[in-house]
């Protein structure tokens, strides 16, 4: 039996964004009568980790930009006026020329979140809904309770029991090798550990964002940027003349530079609604089809955007696409490339217009996000060989001033990118640093390794509440087969991947089993209405593209709208 509104407690586990937009949400719905507790390890809420000195130094930037930021309370040109001065100049920004187009220092952005997570808390209090924010305080376990409807959560000296729990604890980087590696970093986070010389060649595995966070980091304490006329130039420090930074990606690419968007929260206006997708999995078995959605949600919404590049790809399949486009980049000169965009990009920013077909091709990853768990095995599989390269290549939005960056080290020959494939090897090296095994015998050795591939995917051994696990609430998110057979070649070949249920076959993909509402799957197959989890790393295999404020928004709207139906 669920309880009426006036006596819900609601536990958001982890005060950063997520947090922040769901209890925003909760406020927006303007009913009362409810409390909301919030644990936050941190002693600021609101921050999170890529915004804090967690995951952020002075050199790293967001890429987004205000006006593409979900709206909180006060919009980040307002809020940036009211800032005295000399906050602002810490970080290198002239009031004056500041506009709701640019990208933030992450860590002012940090500074952004906390203000308006504070002007939150302040009016959901004078809007009568009790609000407590445990800061300092560690979450440590949460129970459900079946019996009683309620869930238990360990934290700091208490137990505390709530109606509803949101798990938004976000990003992890476990430490697989770090600390037992000389050299070997599990990710640039945080950012001060990479605050050193490194006089010798320093491996970067990852080409995009969170690589790009690593060499920002790097070159700033190897060596210095100047303004040149046309851009920047890049000088190593003195005595340190054999630093140098390789990059290392998949089939040699840079990702995409940020441009003009037309719909700056990748809404969609003309997406396919909740309605047609059931529609359309009702008359398919059951699955979403992956053909249905690069239909509808991309080709469609390109034929209005853009008829000329429209025309160009109408009949083509998604593999057929992704051909037309991948090749071309892959045959160019990374950096060539890279060049071209960021000219391409400048003008889309100057004329404010958009380049059609990324923008919606990250509009169909965004839409695509919330249903792929809908998707049959096999166009799981598909989507992550064929299309999800691109995406990611694609969506990445890198800024132009690290685009900036990225040329100046690459033409001081600071920076190159090495081209490598799947079947590439990283060998921790026993006195320390590593051996990159490129294949067919072909290897280099570095002293020092960074992984900047981005949050990996992970799985209910890391999970950080156990008892959850333990006692089924969680399961392992899988997606059917559509054709058993497929699903039986695809056991032959990887027995890890897949799971024989007799008359079916499961591919196991990463993190655990979620609703369309974020509720939590049990073994028994119990949608959990008390326990939401949006913690990015443990929802990656049914929600691929989950990162990001705009996700932080969606979720929240989600889960709200399933709580307290219309
Ligand atoms: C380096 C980096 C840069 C990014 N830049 C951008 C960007 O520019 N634009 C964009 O849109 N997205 C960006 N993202 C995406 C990012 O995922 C989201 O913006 C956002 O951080 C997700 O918020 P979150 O609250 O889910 O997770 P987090 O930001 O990780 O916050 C989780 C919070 O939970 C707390 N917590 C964790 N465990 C516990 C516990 N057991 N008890 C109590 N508290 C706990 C943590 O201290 C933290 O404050 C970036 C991501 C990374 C990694």
Known sequence: MSKPDQSLRFGLIGGGPAALFFYKTLLDTGR??????????????????????????????????????????????????????????????????????????????????????????????????????????TVQDIRDNREHNTVEVKAGDGLYTFDHVIICTGHHWPCRQEGRIPGYFDSPYPPAKLEKKFNHPVAIKGASLTAIDAVRTLARFNGSFHEKQGGLEYTRDEGNSDFRMVMHSINGLLPAVRFHLEDTHLAGEKLLTEKEVLEHMLDNDGYLSLDYIFEKDFKEALKKRDPVFYEKIKNETIEGFVKMIM?????????????????????????????????????????????????????????????????????????????????????????????????????????????????????????????????????????????????????????????????????????????????????????????????????????????????????????????????????SCRIVRDIFPQ
């Open 32 to 137: 009362s009568g409810f409390s909301v507790d919030i644990f936050e390890k941190k002693t600021i809420a609101g921050i999170g980790m890529p915004y804090s000195n967690e995951g952020a130094g002075m050199e790293h930037i967001t890429n987004v930009s205000g006006n593409e930021i979900p709206s909180l309370v006060t919009s980040t040109a307002d809020w940036m006026k009211q800032l005295p001065a000399a906050r602002l100049t810490r970080y290198g920004i002239d009031p004056e020329r500041f506009s709701d187009y640019r990208v933030f220092p992450r860590l002012l952005f940090g500074e952004y979140l906390a203000d308006q997570f504070e002007l939150l808390v302040q009016r959901g209090r004078e809007a009568g809904i009790p609000t407590t924010l445990h800061l300092n305080t």
């Open 327 to 555: 090749p071309a980049r892959v045959a160019k000169d990374a950096f060539v490339l890279f060049r071209e965009e960021y000219v391409e990009a400048e003008r889309s920013i100057r004329k404010h217009e958009s380049v059609h077909w990324k923008e919606l091709l990250a509009t169909l990853s965004f839409a695509m996000n919330y249903p792929a768990k809908h998707f049959s095995a096999e166009d799981m599989q598909r989507l992550k060989k064929t299309l999800m390269p691109l995406i990611s290549v694609v969506i990445a939005f890198v800024p132009q001033d690290s685009v900036k960056e990225l040329m100046a080290l690459h033409e001081a020959g600071v920076l190159e990118l090495k081209d490598v494939d799947t079947d590439s090897k990283i060998e921790p090296a026993e006195g320390g640093g590593i051996i990159y095994h490129y294949g067919e015998g072909k290897q280099a050795i570095f002293k020092t390794f960074v992984n900047g591939t981005g949050q990996p995917p992970l799985d209910m051994k890391d999970f950080p509440f156990q008892s959850l696990v333990e006692d089924g609430t969680l399961s392992q998110a899988e997606l059917r087969f559509r054709d058993p057979g497929k699903g039986k070649e695809a056991l032959a070949r990887d027995p890890e991947k897949v799971r024989d249920a007799s008359e079916a076959f499961f591919l196991r993909v990463p993190g655990m089993a979620i609703t369309d509402s974020f509720k939590v799957i049990g073994t028994d197959g119990f949608h959990n209405p008390r326990i939401r989890l949006v913690a990015v790393p443990y929802i990656g295999g049914y929600n691929p593209d989950y990162s990001g404020l705009d996700f932080c928004e969606e979720a």
